[in-house]
């Protein structure tokens, strides 16, 4: 006899905009089908559902709509599918599926991927059955207190590591690439990389990959322009995640200067495909990812320490093949999309098992 399959429900405001589409995704068609059925619910931008998903696990439920309707509707779409439980990968703090799971007798578990807190976030962790969290420091941060820590469990963020891997290089040795994969913003900090630049020799570059904010990508060509950084600088745009391991073999290292980060999956991927990495230490996620080699930590109040490491690798070979080897082992042996997938199939297992 066959086992009766757990009904997941995966929430994501949309597939266009929210950052942790891919990882939701890699996840969603991971699951054991034999005791999982998934389905995907999003608030808009419908089309942009990938082709991958069956039309049967697609919902749609807007929240163009009062507190109240929408709770209602909720909770109705819970019924009519059955759903078992309910896993959140929404970057906000809104406790309206929360309450929704409750009145339902449904579990609700959110994935917390960021540092922002505030009143919402706690009362929307009361309201949890569970939460996952991607780095140690946001158990001490966040969930430290007798309501919260015995409902949490950490879950670092994997690659495919048969796909993310390390491959012949297509660098032009004639130059020093430093690489960047994300969001072009303010919070990403790509000035900093670039005043990093100005006192680097000549031979070093930077190529940034993501879609831009207008405001901010237009600060950072006009100090490109006035410090004379034209030809060391390129903008190549947004990419698709299939793209990201050719884009890496052009890097010589990874550099991410974010103000503030919850677990860098950039990093991740970096460090699978064997490119040493330089991160700011921004929210504790850079530092457990790195704890065992594979790169440095850096600190945003010191510029000329990121000056020093960068030099540092360029003018040491040896020293960025070893970081490359302990990165691609480091990821190897803790960070792949198969033991991410495992962890939340026990963890599903679980609440569903529980009365």
């Given at each position: 006899m066959e086992p009766t399959k757990k009904r997941i429900l995966f929430t994501l405001p949309n597939f266009k905009t929210a950052g942790s589409k891919y990882v939701l995704l890699a996840i969603y068609n991971g699951l054991d089908r034999t005791y999982f059925q998934p389905y995907i619910l999003v608030e808009k931008f419908?089309?942009?559902?990938?082709?991958?998903?069956?039309?049967?696990?697609?919902?749609?439920?807007?929240?163009?709509?009062?507190?109240s309707t929408y709770i209602k509707r909720f909770r109705k779409l819970l019924k009519k599918q059955k759903i078992d439980l309910v896993h959140s990968w929404d970057y906000r703090s809104s406790s309206l599926e929360a309450i929704a799971c409750r009145l339902s007798g449904v579990k609700y578990l959110f994935t917390k991927k960021n540092n922002a807190w505030s009143k919402r976030w706690f009362a929307k962790s009361l309201l949890s059955s569970h939460i996952v969290y991607n780095n140690p420091e946001m158990l001490h941060r966040f969930f430290d207190t007798s309501f919260l820590r015995t409902k949490v469990s950490l879950i670092p963020h994997g690659v495919d590591v048969d796909f993310f891997k390390p491959a012949k290089s297509i660098k032009d040795n004639t130059y020093f690439t430093m690489g960047f994969i994300g969001v072009i913003g303010p919070n990403k900090n790509q000035m900093f990389l670039l005043k990093a630049l100005k006192e680097l020799p000549e031979h070093f570059r930077v190529w940034f990959y993501g879609q831009?904010?207008?405001?901010?990508?237009?600060?950072?060509?006009?100090?490109?322009?006035?410090?004379?950084?034209?030809?060391?600088?390129?903008?190549?745009?947004?990419?698709?995640?299939?793209?990201?391991?050719?884009?890496?073999?052009?890097?010589?290292?990874?550099?991410?200067?974010?103000?503030?980060?919850?677990l860098p999956l950039c990093i991740i991927e970096a460090l699978a495909c064997g490119v040493p990495v330089l991160s700011s230490d921004a929210g504790g996620g850079a530092k457990f990812l790195l704890q065992n080699g594979g790169g440095y930590l850096f600190d945003l109040e010191s510029p000329l320490q990121l000056v020093s490491q960068l030099k540092r690798i360029a003018e040491n070979p040896e020293e960025q093949r070893k970081l490359s080897e302990e990165g691609r082992k480091a990821v190897v042996s803790k960070f792949t999309l198969q033991q991410e997938i495992a962890s939340y199939e026990y963890l599903y297992t679980q609440l569903t098992s529980k009365a």
């Open positions: 419908f089309e942009q559902i990938p082709d991958v998903i069956p039309k049967d696990e697609q919902l749609l439920l807007s929240r163009q709509t009062s507190r831009a904010d207008e405001d901010y990508l237009k600060l950072l060509q006009n100090f490109i322009e006035d410090h004379q950084l034209v030809d060391r600088v390129a903008f190549h745009g947004f990419i698709q995640n299939e793209e990201i391991p050719l884009v890496m073999k052009q890097f010589d290292v990874l550099v991410l200067s974010s103000k503030n980060e919850g």
